[in-house]
């Protein structure tokens, strides 16, 4: 008989107590006070880390009558996702007081969004899925929005809120199609249901073709990109940085769960799409990034080839109607992530960094002759871009030769052969600013400015960076174990 359990949602119940208590103290504290509600918020962060990690590698655990689920693949998704946001909140602080947003309300839409991101995670029923993600993205909506006496800012939020509603209406078109085909909307029932049918109804493909269009808009794979760019140059720094990192994982969590898990079965109709938007996805990615002088927006389009790769080791995970290689190819992507999200940190908090009171360090431009001027935050940026490009021996690498293997593995050696050449046009642009950096003049005389704990944050981000691409096996080991024992589960 099942039971409510709530003891495995301890993470979520005591994040919304921690997200209250920071409304409730920022409310209640005194016009002009010198306390600082960053550090309560961070505070606040580390409450659910810490349950969560006291519940790692324990055996998974159904909650709320089989609606939520904590189960390896969740614990470790979650702490990324609360390291992704405690990082943007240290590196996000001084940036925030520069500009009029040091104030409670983006400190709790940040924790309402982890909320969101850790209930998608977890999530073993459809609308529990949909309940989290919006969650989140209403947090998000608000956060893009927060300086509203900045066009710029203001623009990028309407265009993020609108295109964002549309993914939501056809991840719940799908949905409904899939609740139609099958009569339930728990994901397990819903894989059982799968196996136990001959054919496959149009309802189903459908309902298929709907729901990855959705994730499509939430990683913005191509054809569904056209917000990021705007959104990342748009919005506030600090919100771009909290957009880029933890979305991506819990997105990366509600795939898994609905496509390698209740849409197993179908496995062949979702392949071949996501096939098309890896291809699309790197090839656009990287060739219009060449071309981008602002560096939010470089960004943008690199996010874009790097889903692309995240993509490539989702649809390598099944050969043929054959499973076997689902979990080395599924634990790629999820590796190659993890450390995606931790490099994209450290380049946003290096933006953070060097931006100050009445200017923006977007441009790239911006970072002319850093290498003079802070050599220690310029090495950083040096290992970071060399990540991002792929180049040994950082941790960019190889997550991209084990996607690649995983790629091989499943008989798609013309898409892998295609990836890597692709690579080799992204690195252009990713070398473009450690030449901007070391060989430029520099065309700012300003120093740049010590951050309370946000530059030895960001020496240890680069130097995490350098070590798990020197010894990335435990994280490896992390993953796989994590989604071998959730689908075994």
């Known amino acids: 008989m099942q039971t409510l359990n709530l003891s495995a949602a301890l993470p979520e119940i005591l994040l919304l107590i921690a997200a209250c208590v920071v409304l409730l103290v920022d409310v209640l504290r005194k016009e002009g006070s010198a306390s600082d509600i960053s550090l309560l918020a961070i505070g606040a962060v580390a409450v659910p880390f810490v349950a969560i990690l006291m519940q790692l590698n324990q055996p998974s655990q159904p909650a709320l009558n089989g609606m939520y ?232 389009y690199s996010t874009i080839a790097q889903i692309g790769f995240v993509l490539l080791g989702m649809l390598a995970g099944v050969v043929g109607g054959d499973t076997k290689g689902l979990s080395d190819a599924w634990s790629a992507s999820l590796f190659y992530l993890i450390t995606y999200v931790l490099t994209t940190l450290g380049t946003f908090g290096v933006i953070l960094l060097l931006s100050r009171e009445g200017h923006e360090a977007e441009e790239i431009a911006d970072f002319k002759g850093l290498g003079k001027r802070s050599p220690g935050l310029a090495f950083v940026v040096l290992i970071l871009m060399f990540s991002l490009a792929g180049i040994p021996p950082t941790v960019g690498f190889y997550a991209k030769l084990s996607v690649l293997q995983a790629t091989v593995n499943a008989g798609l050696v013309w898409l892998a052969v295609a990836a890597v050449m692709l690579s080799l046009v992204g690195a252009f642009y990713y070398l473009r600013i450690v030449k901007t950096i070391y060989f430029d003049e520099p065309a700012d005389a300003h120093a740049v400015l010590p951050a309370q704990g946000a530059h030895t944050l960001l020496l240890v981000n680069g130097a995490l960076v350098l070590l798990l691409g020197l010894l990335p096996g435990p994280l490896m080991s992390l993953c796989l174990d994590a989604v071998k024992r959730t689908l075994g589960g």
């Open 69 to 300: 689920v904590a189960d390896q693949l969740g614990h470790v998704l979650k702490l990324a996702a609360c390291i992704a946001t405690a990082m943007a909140l240290i590196y996000g602080r001084r940036y925030a007081q520069a500009r009029g947003m040091h104030r409670g309300e983006l400190y709790a839409l940040a924790l309402f969004a982890l909320l969101g991101q850790m209930v998608m995670i977890s999530a073993g029923n459809l609308l529990v899925v949909y309940l989290g993600l919006e969650l989140m993205s209403l947090s998000l909506y608000a956060m893009a929005a927060m300086r509203r006496d900045h066009p710029l800012s203001t623009e990028a939020a309407i265009k993020y809120f609108v295109l964002g509603a549309l993914a939501s209406g056809f991840l719940l078109y799908g949905m409904s199609m899939i609740y139609g085909g099958t009569g339930t909307l728990d994901l397990a029932r819903i894989s059982a249901a799968l196996q136990s049918t001959t054919g496959k109804s149009t309802v189903l493909i459908f309902g298929v073709v709907f729901i990855v269009a959705g994730l499509a808009f939430k990683f913005g794979a191509v054809p569904f990109h056209m917000w990021v760019p705007d959104v990342y140059q748009g919005t506030p720094t600090v919100a771009t940085l909290l957009i880029a990192a933890g979305p991506k994982l819990a997105t990366f969590a509600i795939a898994f769960r609905m496509l390698a898990g209740g849409l197993l079965g179908l496995a062949t109709d979702w392949q071949q799409m996501l096939l098309v938007l890896s291809v699309l996805s790197m090839a656009l990615g990287n060739l219009v990034a060449i071309t981008q002088t602002n560096l939010k927006r470089m960004l943008a």
